[in-house]
């Protein structure tokens, strides 16, 4: 089983910066691509970015893109978001997701791993 952990929501005001990190544990960490999601209030879950394996291919939804940086460390066992220029459309929990195919793929079905997730507040 892995073990999935979130860190780093909080609350910002638009514009501003949050950096959200993924402690993995359990299993080999770099067997796993890895995603990020998030579910605003209301609303279903939705993709936010992915990575793979080796960090060899990277995929972002449209309305990050530019702004959102996805990155991992397999020698630390972590995986982590760099969210810049935040939006309130931005706020909602967001949860990292373990894909045991490897490739950087966009829906949440292809993942077999979550985190309990972390609250992003974007205020405006």
């Known amino acids: 089983q892995l073990q999935l952990v979130e860190s780093g929501g909080g609350l910002v005001q638009a514009g501003g910066s949050l950096r959200l990190s993924c402690a993995a544990s359990?299993?080999?960490?770099?067997?796993?691509?890895m995603g990020w999601f998030r579910q605003a209030p209301g609303k279903e879950r939705e993709f936010v970015a992915a990575i793979s394996r080796w960090s060899g291919t990277i995929n972002y939804a449209d309305s990050v893109k530019g702004r959102f940086t996805i990155s991992r460390d397999n020698a630390k066992n972590t995986v982590s978001l760099e969210m810049n220029s935040l939006k309130p459309e931005d706020t909602a929990v967001y949860y990292c997701a373990a894909d045991n195919f490897g490739g950087a793929r966009r829906s949440e079905a292809d993942y077999d791993y979550w985190g309990q997730g972390t609250q992003v507040t974007v205020s405006s």
């Open positions: 359990g299993r080999p960490f770099s067997n796993y691509a």
